[in-house]
């Protein structure tokens, strides 16, 4: 019964990750789309206008980091709505519920589940504890030096795990949607995220993300109508024809048959869960706001937009099992029930094309690439603010760095992540890289969100298993996956795995919390004991956000 | 100085008023989320079928189409709900511990 249970629970995470990667693997080049490249070319013009605008903004590090904490809770919720739909939703969800109906829809849910979770018990203490990055609120009572070390060799392995999803997806994605090589969207990624970042700083990067939400929001709904107004605007209708066209009949609305190993799929579940609750670039976002107060409200914006989103891709899918399923122009060899054109991913550009043509079509492919190279710079200043803000700043300066220099480094730093991101997408475009974002949200979920949580919440947490506790869960995280079968196996070319699991984190969660907990009780020292102390005056702090950064400081 | 305040702020009987209201305020639309969340995570274990009936003779809407619906609507009314309570009564009664342990300084 239990098993059943877990079973159902975990393979909603998994199909997912396994749609999610199909959004990046290995495509064919197709016919040069010059509506999308005009219309990526509009939305870069006008990105980069907002960038000229916020570099004679951005100043101080306060500037640079949180776009000064003067982002109102709707913006922000508009770019957290926008880091959260993804190029993998638009594309991935679609194509989920064209083949598989009400799973598509169920999983959606598991999705959007976490974020009033998020409100209630995280949201606040967040804004009220930190300032630029997490680590801020980690090493708020405890060791500076070695905890900021700590959670930034964690956040920048996040990060590069995450970069190269991200740059190989772009890659692929341009082959198909743009019909141009694969090198010059990596460059192109790397390059315009480098100038984003670099001279806007986050008030940039969060207005691409801003216009990249609206973007896609507008884009789904109009192909969602147009795709509706064929039915009469009528869900009986839809769900009357798209069941009798369906090869799973009336089976389509019933939970269905995607089914893995529980355990693989619960430990997806976990990191998927907890992992967004870990990711540096999501965790920044909270820092952007004026007070606790406006991050509230960015929460609320936010699963707004992205229910409304996700209800959006739901019709989306059903109407193309009619629209796309049913006409042969789409298929290989044009021939219904044949292989997509380009892919299962394509329904939702098929969907476009069909009703809005050539235009549609061009727009939400810019969309698709848009959505990436948001994503990216996003990740990007995450990593620069990683290394400027705590190592550079805080552990080799012990605070004593002035603000240019700080804000000098993070933009020598953001280009070296650049490149690196650009020469990480080349090295792995014949890789098999869908173990990516699941290895980025293990590790998030692993080395970041225990160490955080316990930081907010238990007083006993001491410097000593703080380390312990992330370390242990950032090796764990990594070396679980280099044993799997996805690194050992299909890329290592070992015979048999050395672990039976793919995914992390519902071992290396556990060990990550035990080790925090075990060494911090056994920890005696009379630093132990100030820390443990000084948790009284944070839990004031966090609890009425007295003494929290705020953007009335400049 | 701001340890001081921190001190105030904790003896302010108000302090503690506001930790535990907001506390279980939070903690009971947490557990609501969860439990109806899980509860239909068991549904889809147990008890696929009941999700693919229609609501009514000869719909097309099922019941798991619905009830989902009726999720991703409620949860963000409990985010709506949390948001205004938290916004105005609690972030009201904040200010009034802050204030006051300022009072006491001079």
């Known amino acids: ?554 | 100085m701001s340890s001081a305040m921190y001190e105030r702020m904790r003896a302010n009987p108000k302090f503690r008023e506001l930790v535990a209201r907001r506390g279980r305020f939070a903690w009971t639309l947490a557990i609501v989320v969860l439990a109806m969340f899980y509860g239909f995570v068991m549904i889809v274990a147990f008890n696929p079928g009941a999700l693919g009936q229609p609501v009514a003779e000869g719909s097309k809407l099922t019941v798991g189409v619905a009830a989902e619906l009726f999720m991703f609507i409620f949860f963000w009314v409990l985010t709506a709900v949390y948001v205004r309570r938290a916004n105005t009564e609690f972030d009201a009664l904040t200010q009034e511990v802050v204030k006051e342990a300022w009072k006491d300084q001079k």
């Not at chain 1, 229910?307 to 009619?322: E, P, Q, S």
């Not at chain 1, 890789?431 to 955080?452: E, H, K, R, S, T």
């Not at chain 1, 992390?504 to 005696?524: G, Y």
């Open chain 1, 1 to 554: 019964m239990m098993r059943n249970l877990l079973t159902a629970l975990g393979l909603m995470a998994f199909s997912a990750v396994t749609f999610a990667a199909d959004a990046v693997a290995q495509t064919e080049k197709q016919a040069t789309n010059w509506h999308a490249i005009i219309m990526f070319c509009i939305f870069v013009a006008l990105t980069m206008g907002i960038t000229y605008w916020a570099a004679s903004r951005t100043k101080s590090t306060a500037d640079f980091y949180t776009a000064g904490g003067g982002i109102t809770g709707f913006q922000n919720g508009l770019a957290i709505a926008g880091d959260y739909m993804s190029a993998a939703t638009l594309l991935g969800l679609t194509a989920m519920v064209y083949g598989q109906g009400y799973d598509g829809y169920i999983y959606m849910l598991c999705f959007f589940a976490g974020w009033p979770i998020i409100l209630f018990l995280m949201a606040e203490r967040l804004r009220n504890l930190g300032r630029f990055t997490f680590s801020d609120i980690t090493a708020y009572r405890l060791d500076q030096g070695k905890v900021r070390t700590m959670a930034a060799i964690s956040s920048l392995t996040v990060v590069c795990f995450y970069l190269i999803a991200q740059m190989v997806g772009a890659g692929q994605l341009i082959k198909l949607l743009f019909g141009l090589e694969y090198n010059v969207a990596i460059f192109a990624v790397g390059i315009l995220m480098m100038v984003y970042v670099t001279f806007g700083g986050m008030v940039a990067t969060t207005w691409v993300q801003i216009i990249k939400a609206c973007m896609l929001l507008c884009g789904g709904t109009l192909v969602m109508v147009l795709a509706m107004s064929q039915f009469g605007f009528s869900y009986q209708t839809l769900m009357e024809k798209a069941t009798a066209a369906h090869k799973l009949g009336d089976k389509l609305m019933y939970p269905g048959s995607l089914l893995k190993d529980p355990v693989t799929a619960i430990s997806l579940g976990l990191g998927l869960m907890f992992g967004t609750a870990g990711l540096p670039h999501i965790l920044m976002r909270f820092f952007t706001v004026t007070d606790a107060k406006e991050a509230r409200k960015s929460v609320l914006y936010a699963s707004g937009f992205v229910a409304y989103f996700f209800n959006v891709i739901f019709l989306m899918g059903l109407a193309g099992i009619l629209i796309v399923g049913q006409n042969p122009e789409f298929f290989e060899g044009g021939e219904i029930g044949k292989k997509l054109i380009g892919g299962g991913n394509m329904v939702a550009m098929h969907l476009a094309k069909a009703v809005g043509g050539n235009m549609l079509l061009g727009f939400l492919a810019a969309v698709a690439f848009a959505t990436i190279l948001a994503v990216v710079s996003g990740l990007a200043l995450a990593g620069a603010s990683a290394i400027s803000h705590d190592i550079y700043a805080r552990v080799i300066k012990k605070g004593q760095a002035s603000e240019a220099a700080e804000i000098r480094v993070s933009k020598i730093a953001t280009i070296c992540l650049g490149f690196v991101a650009i020469v990480l997408g080349i090295l792995f475009e014949k890789q098999n890289i869908a173990f990516m974002v699941g290895l980025a949200f293990g590790v998030a979920a692993a080395a970041n969100f225990p160490v955080l949580i316990l930081s907010m919440y238990w007083k006993g947490l001491t410097t000593r298993g703080a380390l312990a506790g992330g370390y242990g869960g950032l090796v764990s995280a990594v070396l679980f996956v280099l044993f799997s079968k996805s690194v050992w196996v299909d890329v290592l070319g070992n015979a048999a795995p050395l672990f039976p699991y793919t995914q992390p984190a519902l071992f290396a969660m556990p060990i990550a919390f035990l080790l925090a907990f075990i060494i911090s009780k056994l920890d005696t020292s009379a630093a132990a004991k100030q820390e443990i102390e000084a948790f009284e005056d944070q839990y004031v702090r966090a609890q009425t956000g007295f003494g929290a950064a705020s953007a009335s400081a400049h």
